[in-house]
């Protein structure tokens, strides 16, 4: 059985800090892996998207890394910015069965960046 | 540019009312779903729609019903609703089944509090 887990539950750092956020799976034959973010009241906004064939993307100041061997993934910010501020979930697409896709959701990292 | 639209945001039910989540979206996405999220926890895959009239459950269909009339709308009915079902309630849409290789977009939320 597939399971996300991301560590830390809550991150507080200083503005202009560079931070990184982990998110781990079981199973490493996964499609994808999607990094999201949750703004409070709001829903959740996609990031990154990274195929199980590549090892990173970059989105501005987002970098998500993945290494499907060691079943991890991780979500870089460089430069916080008090904006920056929300939860961060990582989800992955995974086949337990021939034609039947899963996502898998991790429960989230608050980050809180002080100004 | 409306994206995925729920209503209502906010709810409070009593023990054993019922009620209808609505959700709709603009995207033209054969695949939708509907998740609960409770404190702390990923999210969970209550139903899913891989187009109109098609439907299936996810990780917890218990106490939950969904209907897929247009490839628009795909509202989520609760029956006598109990404390359990306290959560917050997100409605998404993929182009793709489970997403791959594409993202998915969600809608903001809905809040129900069962008292």
């Known amino acids: 059985k597939q399971e996300v887990t991301q560590i830390p539950a809550a991150l507080s750092v200083p503005e202009g800090e560079n931070l990184v956020l982990n998110c781990s799976f079981t199973d490493s034959a996964i499609y994808n892996l999607q990094w999201f973010r949750q703004d409070p009241g709001k829903g959740l906004t996609s990031l990154l998207l990274?195929?199980?064939s590549q090892r990173e993307q970059t989105s501005g100041r987002l970098n998500a890394s993945l290494d499907k061997s060691s079943g991890r993934s991780t979500l870089y910010i460089a430069a916080s910015q008090p904006g920056d501020s929300a939860t961060y979930l990582c989800?992955?697409?995974?086949?337990?069965?021939?034609?039947?896709?899963?996502?898998?959701w991790g429960a989230g990292t608050k980050l809180i960046i002080k100004p | 540019n409306a994206g995925v639209t729920q209503t209502p945001k906010f709810r409070i039910l009593k023990i054993g009312q019922s009620m209808t989540l609505q959700c709709t979206q603009d995207m033209n996405h054969n695949y939708m779903y509907w998740y609960r999220q409770d404190p702390g926890m990923g999210l969970k895959l209550i139903y899913y729609s891989v187009g109109a009239g098609i439907t299936d459950k996810g990780e917890v269909p218990n106490g939950y019903n969904v209907s897929r009339s247009t490839t628009e709308d795909f509202p989520l009915r609760l029956e006598l609703a109990a404390p359990s079902q306290t959560s917050v309630y997100f409605c998404?849409?993929?182009?793709?089944?489970?997403?791959?290789?594409?993202?998915?977009?969600f809608g903001e939320g809905s809040w129900l509090t069962v008292v």
């Open positions: 998404a849409s993929s182009y793709s089944k489970g997403a791959i290789g594409n993202t998915i977009y």
């Open positions: 989800a992955v697409i995974y086949s337990p069965l021939v034609g039947n896709y899963q996502l898998i």
């Open positions: 990274i195929q199980s």
